[in-house]
């Protein structure tokens, strides 16, 4: 199937000449949660801004469902909804009119079935007639969602959603971008927190200085990337390792006590059962054996670390 995203050769240069994206290719394959993570100042922002139609790139193209986001702006702005960081709409304005106001500005027909269950969805519901300005700031983080889905996007960006709020709003959001994806809605997320890339995403994408280092289905990344420690408490402490061990990923921690094997899915030096039987065979035995295997974040970390 056509990816619902193409993102083709994109470049922004902002007026003050600095480059914030230096030609990101990026395909997003429709339903997917893709989650865009890098440091702050990464790009993650200029990227979903200039798919979302509210800034314009500097090179390249951006294609959603079949449309130019530049020049066909109205038809794929009504296929998206975005949650930016931040509220900026009228602070004396109900949460009822806010989000019925947002559907009509992307031209859809007033729907209030639908309205009232997005705002039901995220717990909105008892607060309808309250004005944002009397809502805290959790509060806001679920108007801003609700307008996002007011015009019942195929295409939902967050971007940073989960940057200083509760657990219990983690919860409800996750929840909402469960059931989002279960209808076939294609969610797309930046985030800071890498364990929730880990927990939710499909595929990860690592932007870093403008340019996009990878874009991986999650599983296959951990796999490829993620380096394993097989970890042995010896019986007998260790001097040094007999001489047909040596450049085999082992090495000898705490005093002797404890030897690591390291070692990852496209380099492993022999299997886990042959080593242990050398080494049993080598008078080398052991009490206790436990296994470690780095995270997204270690594979971040390494990644946005060499690219440095
Ligand atoms: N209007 C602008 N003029 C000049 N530089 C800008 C402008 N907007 C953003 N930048 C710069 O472009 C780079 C990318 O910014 P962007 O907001 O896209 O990053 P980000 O990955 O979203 O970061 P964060 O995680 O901090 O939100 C940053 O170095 C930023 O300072």
């Given at each position: 199937m056509a990816p619902i995203i193409s993102v083709q050769n994109l470049t922004k240069t902002y007026a003050n000449g600095f480059q914030a994206l230096k030609g990101i290719n990026l395909e997003i394959e429709r339903g997917e949660i893709l989650a865009l993570l890098g440091p702050n100042g990464a790009g993650k922002t200029t990227l979903i801004s200039i798919i979302c139609g509210i800034a314009n790139p500097s090179g390249g193209a951006v294609v959603v469902d079949g449309h130019d986001v530049v020049k066909d702006f109205r038809a794929t702005r009504t296929l998206i909804g975005l949650v930016p960081q931040e509220l900026t709409t009228d602070q004396f304005e109900t949460v009822w009119n806010t989000v019925s106001f947002s559907r009509g500005l992307h031209g859809k027909k007033p729907n209030p079935a639908h309205i009232e269950k997005v705002l039901r969805d995220l717990s909105l519901w008892d607060k309808k007639?309250?004005?944002?300005?009397?809502?805290?700031g959790g509060m806001k983080r679920r108007v801003l969602i609700a307008k996002a889905l007011s015009h019942e996007p195929s295409i939902l960006f967050l971007d940073e959603p989960t940057a200083g709020v509760d657990v219990t709003l983690r919860k409800d959001m996750w929840n909402v971008v469960e059931r989002l994806r279960a209808s076939g809605v294609t969610i797309i997320l930046t985030t800071h927190y890498i364990e929730e890339a880990e927990e939710i995403a499909d595929r990860v994408g690592v932007i870093n200085g403008g340019e996009l280092l990878l874009v991986e289905d999650k599983q296959q990344l951990m796999a490829k990337l993620g380096r394993k420690q097989l970890i042995l408490e010896l019986n007998d402490p260790l001097d040094t390792l007999p001489d047909?061990?040596?450049?085999?990923g082992l090495s000898i921690e705490a005093e002797g006590n404890r030897l690591v094997y390291e070692f990852d899915a496209r380099n492993e030096h022999e299997s886990v059962a042959s080593l242990l039987t050398r080494l049993g065979e080598n008078n080398i035995h052991f009490r206790d054996l436990s296994t470690r295997q780095s995270s997204l974040e270690d594979i971040f970390v390494s990644l946005v670390g060499a690219a440095k």
């Open positions: 007639d309250n004005t944002l300005r009397q809502l805290s047909c061990f040596a450049g085999n």
